[in-house]
């Protein structure tokens, strides 16, 4: 897959201080790729480079495998997590000063204002000042003005911030939509369940470096153990967990089960197969539940800070 973004070790110093430490990321054209790491790890440095607010002190970034130029700001949406609207001015004169601000004409802008604007059913606040809105409705807004130039690129620091749950699906829904449009995403957040659900692609940078990177789904793989959970009808139950903890690694297991369950986590060396796992429960028992245990993006991001502390 064509990559839209390219970043070459880039570098950042602000004095004494690193905040970017030779990093390097590539964002494939179409994916939601999702940028991690703790607060201060240079996060918002490297976003900061991508949209040329700053300048790295090294390194190189291509978008669509041109050097980042001043034109590209065209090609590009962000939403900073710090919001930045201006609080006096009426929404829909801003979002039509900031639509042209993205290279649209006044007309065009109104008629692409007028399509979000009814679609998130808010016309009634076309003349209220920013200062009047919520904290969310505030939020919608700037969603709008993100996305309303159509840019390759879409930036989206904290998005769901502000946002009740009812909304920040909304929000997520029209992420979706957008990717399905063409759109490549730019994701930051801390909700890592939101991260399970939008992206395909991950980079994890704590202390200013790029300590991961790739495909969700190859990630989790890498971090997985052999481990399965399962729950096992027998008689003579507790016989058979010694049995099984003889053979196997086996440590107890929580989840919610309606009979008298040994619930447990199995996990195999390498040389056996689940198959075979499987197999010698069915001798010992009735087999009511079997499911490997796959590794979410919140157990590998603490897992890998953790290893690089």
């Not at 939020?139 to 009812?166: A, M, N, Y």
């Not at 481990?227 to 919610?256: C, H, I, R, W």
Request: hydrophobic share 40%; proline share 4%.
């Amino acid at each position: 897959m064509a990559n839209l973004l390219e970043v070459q070790q880039a570098t950042k110093r602000f004095g004494t201080f690193t905040a970017l430490n030779n990093v390097s990321i590539q964002v494939p054209k179409g994916s939601i790729f999702g940028l991690l790491g703790p607060n201060g790890a240079g996060k918002t440095t490297l976003i900061r480079i991508i949209n040329q607010i700053t300048l790295p002190d090294e390194g190189n970034v291509l978008l669509d495998n041109e050097p980042l130029q001043p034109h590209h700001v065209k090609d590009i949406g962000y939403l900073p997590e710090e919001r930045g609207l201006y609080k006096s001015m009426k929404v829909g004169e801003q979002a039509l000063y900031l639509a042209q601000l993205k290279g649209l004409s006044k007309t065009e802008a109104k008629e692409r204002l007028k399509y979000w604007f009814d679609k998130f059913d808010i016309t009634h606040w076309w003349d209220k000042k920013i200062q009047e809105l919520s904290k969310g409705m505030a939020q919608k807004v700037q969603f709008i003005v993100t996305v309303l130039h159509r840019p390759k690129l879409l930036i989206f620091d904290e998005p769901f911030s502000g946002f009740d749950p009812i909304n920040a699906n909304v929000i997520k829904d029209e992420i979706l939509q957008l990717q399905e449009e063409g759109a490549t995403v730019i994701f930051s957040t801390h909700r890592m369940e939101s991260v399970e659900e939008l992206c395909d692609h991950i980079a994890l940078i704590h202390k200013s470096k790029k300590i991961l990177e790739g495909k969700v789904t190859d990630i989790k793989k890498a971090y997985k153990t052999n481990t399965f959970e399962v729950g096992l009808l027998a008689d003579n139950s507790m016989q058979v967990y010694a049995e099984l903890q003889d053979k196997f690694k086996v440590v107890p297991a929580d989840f919610k089960t309606i009979d008298d369950q040994l619930k447990m986590k199995i996990t195999l060396d390498n040389n056996l197969s689940s198959n075979e796992l499987l197999q010698y429960l069915s001798n010992k028992g009735q087999v009511m539940r079997f499911n490997e245990v796959i590794p979410g993006v919140n157990e590998i991001f603490i897992k890998t800070i953790t290893d690089n502390e």
